[in-house]
């Protein structure tokens, strides 16, 4: 008899449990609230523009990629749509306070002749600090899909510095420090406190080569959908676990809004730890401490995002990712308050199939402190008040001016705007505080911020963005431990390791 797995949260974490534990032979039930599978994968209509939520660009798929090799083993990578970005422009940044451009190509060599074009001089810092990065980056295992290099790993003093003490160690100008930072919005990043392995990672994940998803990321969830039906699975939507039993400290079942039990041989919560705690029937099957830790685990901050039509033939396409940056001394303030909010965002066209010389539409992403919604955290979607919407349309017209500073003539390109803030990720999501990056890992106290995804209860498992890193280049690694938590030590590993340019060795 096959083995079952209940998941709950059909989000990246969910379906990619879902996908490997149902490519591995279970028979799988991924449960989500929302009508819309996907989680961060999930992409909306409006204005007939589709518009992905939370997943702009990703890392690993280019050949040779782990997430590539991962879905390449699901038997995945021929059926889903995606697009590289321009070798030569991984990056633009513009820096308003003194209006300087620069450029970030992909390659480890062109990254560093890049950004020495703007620092002449750097080279030999430049060089040092990017083998840094690979340097610690090769202390991930998993990262490189590798099984584990020994029972207790023991990390470089690079690997657990905060990343912007790191950045300092091997770079000594000022503006140089906050430009290799510009990323740190994509993680979440706090001085002194996030871990320079989460700055490396993804700093290598982009010179190695982003990729975004062409048509909207949700078409990449339903490849997951796709994949766990044909295994014989389900993928159930717009029906959200609201209770989970349990007995002689194992869980025994789950039922939903519409009143449908489900069960298994196994559970998995791919939803925020938090938020399950408050599902559970019987909160003491988990010890309390453990759950009074996982509450008081301070998450990242959120974001305020703009998503805007455009006119037919108005702008052109960028194939690649673009930052407004403020003041060079505010590259690690962001989300802290709402102080000269914003003090940057992320912009970019995001592509379509078969993509043209122009642009149809266009994502702007600004960190926000929640402390900016606090006053409408008791609210729920569509009835947030006059006041909140008037605030809205400032925070939109902010971001609209500063886009105008460096497009003159935007505004002129534009011809609908639609807004979400923090509280739409909150309530879509189900995220604390709309968290964009999940819990914020703190290389003062790792103890904290680590989450294993096993539990005290034996047949109960963690997966998703707060059991490890964030993100589509560390939920799927997440949910190859959760996997291999049930079906073995480098059981999944090995598996993928069979594999090499989409086909299995004999
Ligand atoms: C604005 C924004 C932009 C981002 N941009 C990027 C990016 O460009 N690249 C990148 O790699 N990452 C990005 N991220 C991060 C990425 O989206 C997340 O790290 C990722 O989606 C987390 O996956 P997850 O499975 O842990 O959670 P989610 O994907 O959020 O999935 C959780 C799912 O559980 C469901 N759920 C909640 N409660 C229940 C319940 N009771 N029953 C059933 N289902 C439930 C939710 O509806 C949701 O679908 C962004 C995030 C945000 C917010």
């Not at 820096?95 to 970030?104: K, Q």
């Not at 294993?452 to 034996?458: C, Y």
Request: a neutral charge.
């Amino acid at each position: 008899m096959k083995k079952t797995a209940v998941v709950i949260g059909g989000g990246l974490g969910g379906l990619f449990t879902g996908a490997i534990l149902s490519r591995e032979g279970m028979k799988v039930t991924v449960i989500e609230k929302n009508a819309a599978i996907g989680g961060g994968l999930q992409s909306f209509t409006r204005f007939g523009e589709v518009f992905d939520t939370g997943m702009h660009v990703i890392g690993g798929m280019q050949k040779g990629g782990n997430i590539r090799r991962i879905c390449e083993y699901l038997g995945i990578f021929d059926k889903i749509h995606i697009m590289d970005v321009d070798p030569g422009m991984t990056d633009s940044l513009y820096f308003a306070e003194d209006r300087r451009h620069y450029r970030i190509a992909q390659g480890r060599d062109r990254f560093i002749a890049s950004l020495a074009e703007s620092f002449p001089g750097q080279e030999a810092a430049l060089s040092a600090y990017t083998d840094a990065i690979f340097r610690i980056v090769d202390e991930l295992d998993l990262f490189y899909l590798r099984p584990a290099s020994g029972y207790m790993r023991v990390h470089s003093e690079d690997f657990l510095m905060p990343a912007d003490g790191f950045i300092a160690k091997y770079i000594h100008n000022d503006h140089l420090r906050s430009v290799l930072a510009y990323m740190n919005p994509l993680y979440g990043g706090r001085p002194g406190m996030t871990p320079a392995y989460i700055h490396a990672l993804i700093s290598v994940l982009y010179i190695n080569g982003p990729s975004r998803f062409a048509g909207g990321s949700s078409l990449f969830a339903d490849t997951l959908r796709d994949l766990i039906v044909g295994n014989g699975g389900e993928v159930i939507a717009g029906d959200g676990v609201e209770h989970v039993h349990s007995a002689d400290r194992l869980v025994t079942g789950v039922t939903t809004r519409k009143g449908r039990t489900f069960t298994g041989d196994f559970y998995i919560c791919a939803i925020h730890p938090c938020a399950f705690f408050s599902l559970l029937d019987d909160p003491s099957i988990l010890p309390k401490a453990y759950r009074t830790r996982l509450d008081e685990i301070p998450v990242s901050y959120s974001a305020f995002t703009l998503n805007l039509k455009l006119k037919p033939r108005t702008f052109r396409y960028m194939n690649h990712s673009s930052y407004y940056m403020g003041r060079y001394a505010d590259i690690w303030n962001f989300g802290r308050s709402g102080s000269g909010w914003p003090l940057g965002f992320l912009y970019m066209t995001p592509p379509e199939i078969g993509q043209g010389e122009y642009s149809t539409k266009m994502i702007i992403t600004a960190p926000m402190a929640w402390d900016m919604v606090r006053q409408w955290e008791d609210t729920s979607y569509g009835h947030r008040g006059s006041g909140y919407m008037e605030w809205k349309c400032r925070c939109a017209e902010k971001l609209l001016d500063m886009m105008e500073e460096m497009y003159p003539g935007f505004r002129d390109c534009v011809e609908a705007v639609n807004t979400a803030s923090p509280l739409t990720i909150r309530d879509f999501y189900g995220i604390k505080e709309g968290a964009m990056c999940g819990y914020s890992k703190d290389c003062n106290n790792m103890a904290l911020s680590q989450v294993p995804v096993v539990t005290k209860v034996k047949n109960l498992l963690l997966t998703g963005q707060n059991c490890g890193i964030h993100g589509f280049c560390g939920v799927p690694l997440t949910a190859i431990n959760t996997c291999e938590a049930i079906l073995g030590n480098n059981y999944v590993l090995d598996s993928i390791s069979r594999f090499e340019n989409g086909r299995e060795h004999v």
